[in-house]
């Protein structure tokens, strides 16, 4: 399975964010998974490739030439802006989870939702890592603005998880979820 992790690329987080967020991916890092991340090597960013890599996990960054040119990621892809980044990580994940970050997470995730939405995309996951409440004021809003009749139930479009083990599970449910589907497709051939 392919888990994208999105996440604040800053040195002057909080200590507390990005042990927050470091403990969401010693959770899952374990797994066998693929992940998929931009190709920045600061902040919370540059923790979870340091959990990946130490977990000997495939890890794919997307970025720009110069950005790849200071990753040791197993596969680098190259994009010529941030609007193509996020379009690759999109299209590339099975699950994206969305960790505490800066207003570029933000932004994807919007952005993410957005698409979901509009395509009535089922394949691809969106989380929101909601320990300690990061995202209570986006729920909130999405709440509002689904009752002012604004947007759809965009709530139905994500699954928010408030604790490390409630993302592994939710994790291992999506991976059995597609493994049983991909054994469906070759049973059918």
């Known amino acids: ?8 690329s800053s040195d002057m987080a909080s200590l507390e964010s990005r042990d927050s967020n470091s403990e969401a991916v010693y ?7 693929t ?5 920045g090597e600061r902040g919370s960013m540059r923790d979870a490739k340091e959990i990946i890599r130490e977990n000997d996990n495939i890890l794919i960054t997307v970025g720009k030439r110069e950005e790849l040119e200071t990753s040791n990621a197993d596969v680098k892809v190259e994009v010529s802006s941030t609007f193509e ?3 690759r990580l ?5 699950v994206i989870i969305f960790l505490d970050g ?5 932004a994807e995730f919007y952005s993410f ?14 989380v929101l890592y909601n320990k300690e409440g990061y995202y209570n004021k986006v729920i909130d809003d999405l709440e509002r603005r689904y009752k002012e009749g604004l947007t759809s139930d965009a709530l139905k479009s994500f699954k928010e998880v408030k604790a490390p083990e409630v993302l592994e599970s939710y994790l291992e449910e999506v991976a059995k979820k597609l493994n ?8 059918v051939r």
């Open 1 to 8: 399975m392919k888990v994208g992790i999105m996440c604040g």
């Open 27 to 33: 959770s899952i890092a374990n797994k066998g998974y």
């Open 35 to 39: 992940f998929i991340m931009g190709a």
């Open 85 to 87: 980044r996020a379009e």
């Open 90 to 94: 999109y299209e590339n994940s099975d």
């Open 102 to 106: 800066g207003t570029g997470t933000m």
């Open 113 to 126: 939702l957005n698409n979901k939405i509009e395509t009535k995309d089922d394949k691809t996951k969106l």
């Open 180 to 187: 049983g589907n991909v054994q469906e497709r070759e049973r």
